[in-house]
């Protein structure tokens, strides 16, 4: 068996972090400086080979042999740069092209392996010998661009430095790939349906796009210019200085956060804070109003949709393959994963066509006829009206409705609940009923009620305590309302799922602490230690990852007593540290787990069955294929033809699809 481990060193004026890969890739100014390439056969690896451009433009007889043995497989560290430059740079200099079935990613695999993505942070959390060049990559950020005098500092000296780091790269990414292995058929399969989605890529509606621009510039000057006459001349960036200001004007005002503004400003909301005692003055109620709008991160999305667009208008990459532990995709570049929700099915006879025609008017007056004088608003809940199909084309969504909620209580044995999901009755007004005793209609007059059942039936299952679900559902509501609540939902309305908590730990634990590495299972969940690793086997045979970890004695809050538990190794925030595990996080992860293999089939029946994907965020997938009568029906019954494992589970699941010109949830 031989394979390649390929690098490029490149440069160029566009912004790699900015505006992606495949727009750097193909961007005039870009030039590959060099390529590193190191050949491994039988696991004899060969010393690596460094060729810079005009070696590269004379055709390697080396690197064209191993390019046209269709055997030979490339790897490299974040695979989805080598695999645009190979297209952009290379196959115009006369190589032949590499499909995706030939590469193999060894940060995919960092990924699945819950390690850090980094080639530098990898190969030290695997504590390789072989550790990231740091001078080389100092040099390198140097090179890639030019100077603040516009000049490149590409010397003979520096070329040949460079070429030093480049061998080093190629060495760091033989030594992870070495540790870390490849992903298994299943997973391989799905990390190669993960490129070809990614490189479709999201086609951009820019003359709508240009146009939100034009309405936001519209507003902004008067609504900048009147901040700072309410303010005495502060500009709405000066966050500490607003904060001042309204403390000065009698208002004490902790922070500037999107979440405490909402509370403030819309004091009716089922989210809010505590209220103030007293009604806000009007100009600090203004000026806070316009802080909101105009500090508004989701207007910035706007500006990367152009910068991340090639020139036919598609953003790729927008997704990256296994962003969490539990294997779901995380958003990149326009981060479609956090666009807000918007207010538009608030408003009656709105839909998000009609907003967006209204928007392509430019009519600022014709818009607030529509919408109200909150404009930022408008174009911030028409964000993903910016996604649209190719022309002659429609896109296609289907969304899976609470499915973690229902997967848990398959999982757990409460099939009684999930049947009753599954029938449509409203568990939400369910599960309040039984929390307040009496008959609950949360469309109908009990829309507080309604809310706390749906915070319990979605947030109670992963071992939410009392004081918890206070602060993420009913901050304003007494605590004891919390606690009964949650106790509620543990007793009455899913008894089953406490237990799932409490046998899926213990296994955990068991297998932690078994110092001759055997298999404990709970409700067919298997744990097990495996070398540097806790596996943890999901119903569908996945694996989930915990890195190092480490026994360790719990000491219980209620009696002070000594329980035995374990850590890991794993990022919080943006450090790699060792964290400690506990009976709600490894609920969390078997169930998103196993909703993420749901979705992934799912994306793979799609395939199969002419339905090509374009995105997925969170539960839903989106497909992007000509128009025809029927298509949401077959979308439909295509994801709702779940697997033979989740059949065995009892899983119902029900997906909502619909047909659309314009991305809508």
């Known amino acids: 068996m031989r394979y390649v481990v390929l690098d490029f060193e490149t440069a160029s004026r566009c912004d790699l972090i900015k505006r992606g890969a495949w727009v750097y890739a193909q961007d005039f100014s870009t030039w590959i400086l060099c390529c590193g390439f190191k050949v491994v056969e039988d696991a004899r690896p060969k010393p690596t080979r460094v060729l810079d451009e005009r070696e590269l433009r004379k055709l390697d007889p080396e690197l064209l042999e191993l390019i046209n043995d269709p055997t030979v497989m490339f790897l490299a560290h974040n695979a989805g740069f080598e695999q645009a430059i190979w ?29 850090p993505l980094g080639l530098d942070a990898a190969t030290s959390a695997l504590e390789l010998q072989v550790r990231k060049d740091m001078d080389g990559h100092r040099l390198m950020m140097r090179m890639c661009k030019p100077n603040l005098k516009d000049e490149w500092e590409h010397g003979p000296e520096n070329m040949t430095r460079l070429k030093e780091y480049n061998v080093a790269d190629c060495d760091g990414q033989y030594g992870v790939y070495v540790s ?12 190669i349906l993960d490129q070809k989605i990614c490189q479709r890529g999201i086609l951009i509606d820019r003359t709508f796009v240009h146009a939100c621009i034009d309405v936001l510039e519209q507003v902004r000057v008067p609504m900048t210019a009147e901040f700072k006459e309410r303010t005495g001349g502060l500009r709405p960036t000066q966050r500490e200085k607003v904060l001042n200001w309204v403390n000065e004007q009698g208002v004490p005002l902790g922070d500037m956060k999107k979440a405490t503004l909402d509370a403030i400003l819309d004091p009716d909301d089922e989210f809010g804070l ?22 508004s991160s989701s207007v910035a999305k706007l500006e990367k949709m152009l910068q991340c667009a090639s020139s036919d208008g598609r953003v790729r990459y927008s997704m990256q393959y296994h962003g969490a532990r539990t294997g779901r995709w995380a958003g990149r570049l326009i981060q479609i994963q956090n666009y807000p929700r918007g207010e538009i099915e608030e408003r ?26 909150d404009i930022f608003s408008a174009v911030i809940s028409s964000l993903r009206s910016c996604i649209v199909p190719a022309q002659g084309k429609t896109l296609v ?29 409203d568990v939400y007004n ?62 009455d309305f899913a008894p089953m799922v406490p237990k799932f908590w409490y046998g899926l730990w213990q296994a955990s634990v068991d297998a932690v602490h078994d110092p001759q590495n055997r298999t404990y299972d709970f409700a067919g969940i298997e744990f097990r230690k495996n070398g540097d690793y806790l596996t943890m086997r999901l119903p569908s045979g996945r694996l989930i990852y915990y890195h190092r970890p480490r026994t360790m004695v719990n000491i219980a809050p209620w009696d002070g007593s000594e329980r035995p538990g374990w850590s890991f190794m794993s990022y919080q925030g943006k450090k790699f540290r060792r964290l400690p595990a ?9 169930i998103q787990g196993s909703s993420r293999d749901l979705i992934i089939h799912a994306a793979k029946q799609c395939e199969a069955n002419g339905f090509p994907i374009i995105f997925s965020v969170h539960d839903e997938l989106v497909s992007e294929l000509d128009d025809r009568p029927g298509l949401a029906a077959e979308f439909k019954q295509i994801m709702e033809d779940i697997p033979a494992w989740a059949r065995e589970r009892k899983f119902r699941v029900a997906a909502e699809c619909d047909t659309m010109q314009r991305y809508r949830k």
């Open 87 to 115: 297209k952009f740079q290379m196959e115009p200099m006369g190589y032949p092209p590499l499909p995706i079935e030939r590469w193999h990613d060894t940060m995919a695999s960092c990924a699945m392996r819950a390690l």
């Open 274 to 295: 505590e209220d103030f005692g007293e009604t806000l003055p009007y100009d600090v109620h203004r000026v806070l109003e316009l802080r909101r709008s105009l500090a």
């Open 430 to 491: 369910e599960m309040a009923s039984m929390i307040f005793k009496r008959p609950i209609d949360r469309k109908h007059g009990d829309a507080r009620e309604g809310h706390i059942g749906k915070g319990c039936v979605l947030g109670a299952g992963y071992g939410l305590g009392g004081v918890g679900f206070r602060a993420r559902f009913t901050p304003k509501e007494p605590v004891e309302l919390a606690q009964l609540a949650v106790q509620t939902y543990r007793t």
């Open 582 to 590: 506990w009976h709600g996080m490894i609920t969390a992860d078997c």
């Open 397 to 425: 969504a289907g969304d899976y409705a609470a499915v973690e909620a229902r997967n848990l209580l398959s999982m757990a044995g409460q099939h009684d609940k999930v049947e009753l999901m599954h029938s449509g009755v």
């Open 180 to 191: 870390t292995k490849g992903l298994g058929a299943s997973e391989r399969a799905t990390w």
């Open 348 to 373: 009656q006879g709105l839909t998000p066509d009609i907003l967006a025609d209204a928007i392509m008017t430019r009519d600022i007056d014709h818009i607030r006829e529509l919408w109200g004088p």
